[in-house]
């Protein structure tokens, strides 16, 4: 009876909040610059950052600070992730704050006697905690290209965490959903309470002070006020307490890097993504590669030719993704060069036949498991420079465990390394040792923040959250708005599909895809699961001749949107 008084109360309240903040899911204008995430205050932080003279680099530090008050089932300072970022004068640089295994972390530390994984404990508990990142990967970013002072950046989300920010639906409904938990998670105890002890209802205010006081020692302290003094400490405490093995020299010996960024080409323009120890920009251009094989002119979208192509370009890129990638700070002879070149691209078109759906083999290789939960935002400002940042704590609200004290969730993305060594299955758990587990190294990550120009000039910035189903997502998208010319909304809308190589099956989004199309792909051989959707995509596209952003946030992310400038 209680949760049906509060449902229609939330209800009510709730949708004028929604008609206020989530009418527009079209496209969005600016001159100026834009910043286009998965929660609309987020994204009102980055631009107030552009309009007090900051750059794309501090509008992304402030949104992503932001993210962690406002949407933090992937918002994180908890977890890791990855940007890139295009300057004005054309170049482009990526940043590498993915989490790491801890020192006292190794290949088989997942597994029983009879080497099966103990207790599902490579996603549950605290052992499936890696050395958190973002901070240290926001703090060299700002380091190496910020314009504002630092303490500006992090200062709106303390004032969000302290006064608090109105509950939505979408995030109460997460919030009554995670609270009902399994009593081994303590997603914070009563973090989504307020002083009445029940969860803080759509239309209220949810305050965090103990979050509040977090960034406010990264305010002042920067990545030391997360590594060092009082905030490590607790994370060792906790970590001790609860059975993690996470300790403040795990935390203080991590770095971000600045990493080079892959480069690919398709018809002219040029995309750049993230290199390892993310698969996503070796699978994109891999994959983009194999459609510039093909006549992709003369085949409709959506047209049982493109869906059976696009299938088994992902085919390729995620076999190969499996056999050879991993953390490039352990893996130094990885093909890289290979895999992205146009040649390789041509010999593995010629393998594709037409008429018939290929059999991926276990045998050879394999997919690592990965989370679904994620997101991404894109930015742009008025001179040109663009971010495209993707960050995580693996899956939806990580590993829904963290201190009380410090008010933030930990990951749960030690389960993106292969967890039994040597075993690969139908089902797509690898074994192969390029992402095997090992002391501060870095796990295999399918995040894929892109950024394509023309002539120097950004013309797409784009990325996903979905686990295994970024790379895709972000590929097609890619392929929507350059081999199809789609407005970036109707891009992203437009239906997805998904083959990861392993498990050998075709998820496509129901209802996008005709009976006749579905029938002759299964003649084909292809095994055809629905879906109801993939993909979260926040996307900016530049039109040089206008000089006019144009954003476009995913219809499926209910508190997202685009802020214009
Ligand atoms: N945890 C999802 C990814 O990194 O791909």
Same mark, same amino acid.
């Given at each position: ?17 929604l008609?206020?903040?989530n009418?527009?899911k079209a ?16 994204s009102?932080?980055?631009?107030d950052i552009?309009?007090k ?6 509008a ?9 008050v406002?949407?933090? /089932?992937?918002?994180?300072? #908890? ?7 295009? %300057?004005? !004068?054309g170049? *482009?640089t990526?940043? @590498? ?5 801890p ?31 973002t ?7 700002h380091?190496?290209?910020g314009?504002?002072?630092w303490?500006d950046?992090v200062?709106p989300?303390? /004032?969000?965490?302290?006064? #608090? ?7 109460y %409904?997460? !919030?009554?959903? *995670?609270?009902?938990? @399994? ?20 239309g209220?205010t949810?305050?965090?002070?103990a ?7 990264i305010q ?6 997360f ?83 696009v299938?088994?370009?992902m085919?390729?890129?995620f076999?190969d ?6 953390d490039?700070?352990?893996?130094l002879?990885m093909p ?5 070149s146009k ?5 593995r078109?010629?393998?594709i ?12 290789y394999?997919?690592?498991y ?23 704590l693996e ?9 009380s ?6 990951n ?13 299955t139908t089902?797509?758990?690898?074994g192969?040792?390029p992402n ?8 295999l ?13 950004p ?5 996903s ?17 350059l081999?199809?010319d789609?407005r970036?909304d ?9 083959h990861?190589?392993l498990?050998d ?11 006749d199309?579905?029938?002759t792909?299964?003649?084909?051989g ?5 879906t109801?959707?993939?993909g ?7 039109d040089?001749?206008?000089k ?15 802020r214009a400038?």
């Amino acid at each position: 009876m209680k949760k049906f008084y509060s449902f229609n109360r939330a209800l009510g309240i709730s949708l004028v909040f929604l008609i206020f903040f989530n009418s527009a899911k079209a496209q969005t204008y600016a001159e100026n610059g834009m910043v286009v995430s998965d929660n609309v205050i987020a994204s009102q932080v980055g631009v107030d950052i552009l309009k007090k003279g900051g750059n794309a680099v501090d509008a992304a530090i402030a949104t992503a600070f932001a993210l962690e008050v406002t949407h933090p /089932e992937a918002g994180n300072i #908890g977890g890791g992730g990855f940007m890139v970022f295009l %300057n004005s !004068a054309g170049d *482009v640089t990526t940043f @590498d704050f993915r989490e790491k295994a801890p020192l006292a972390a190794s290949p088989t530390m997942f597994l029983d006697e009879n080497g099966k994984i103990k207790d599902n404990s490579n996603h549950k508990g605290l052992l499936a905690v890696g050395v958190p990142g973002t901070v240290a990967g926001l703090y060299l970013a700002h380091q190496k290209y910020g314009k504002l002072p630092w303490a500006d950046l992090v200062k709106p989300s303390v /004032e969000l965490a302290k006064k #608090g920010f109105t509950m939505s639906w979408g995030l109460y %409904n997460a !919030a009554v959903s *995670v609270s009902d938990r @399994d009593p081994s998670e303590d997603i914070m105890k009563d973090y989504f309470h307020g002083e009445n002890g029940e969860i803080v209802k759509p239309g209220e205010t949810w305050k965090q002070p103990a979050l509040a006081k977090t960034l406010k020692l990264i305010q002042k302290h920067g990545r030391d006020g997360f590594y060092k003094g009082e905030v490590a400490q607790e994370i060792e405490d906790y970590m001790k307490a609860n059975g993690g093995i996470i300790t403040k020299e795990d935390l203080e010996k991590y770095e971000a890097v600045e990493r080079e960024p892959l480069k690919g080409s398709f018809n002219g323009y040029d995309i750049y993504s993230m290199p390892p120890p993310s698969s996503g920009g070796v699978a994109l251009i891999e994959m983009m590669n194999l459609m510039e094989e093909a006549n992709i002119s003369e085949i409709e979208f959506n047209s049982t030719a493109y869906v059976h192509l696009v299938a088994e370009a992902m085919r390729r890129g995620f076999a190969d993704r499996a056999e050879f990638l991993g953390d490039p700070d352990f893996n130094l002879d990885m093909p890289l060069d290979k895999l992205l070149s146009k040649d390789f691209a041509k010999k593995r078109f010629e393998n594709i036949n037409m008429k018939k759906a290929s059999i991926s083999d276990p045998a050879q290789y394999g997919h690592p498991y990965d989370g679904t939960n994620t997101t991404h935002f894109s930015v742009v400002d008025k001179d040109g420079n663009a971010i495209s940042m993707t960050y995580t704590l693996e899956n939806s609200y990580g590993v829904k465990m963290g201190s009380s004290k410090l008010g933030f969730i930990f990951n749960n993305e030690m389960g993106d390394f292969n967890p039994v060594p040597g075993e690969t299955t139908t089902t797509g758990q690898i074994g192969s040792n390029p992402n095997l587990v090992a002391p501060e190294k870095r796990m295999l990550s399918s995040m894929t923040p892109t950024i394509v120009t023309k002539d120097g000039k950004p013309y797409l910035v784009i990325g996903s959250p979905g686990g295994r189903t970024i790379i895709n997502t972000v590929f097609q998208t890619v392929l929507n708005v350059l081999a199809y010319d789609m407005r970036i909304d109707r891009a992203i809308e437009a239906m997805k599909i998904h083959h990861q190589w392993l498990p050998d099956r075709l998820l496509y989004e129901q209802n996008l895809l005709s009976p006749d199309t579905r029938d002759t792909l299964e003649k084909m051989g292809h095994t055809l699961i629905p879906t109801t959707n993939i993909g979260v995509l926040m996307g900016i596209t530049y039109d040089a001749s206008k000089k006019l952003y144009t954003g476009a946030s995913d219809s499926s992310s209910e508190d997202g949107g685009v802020r214009a400038y």
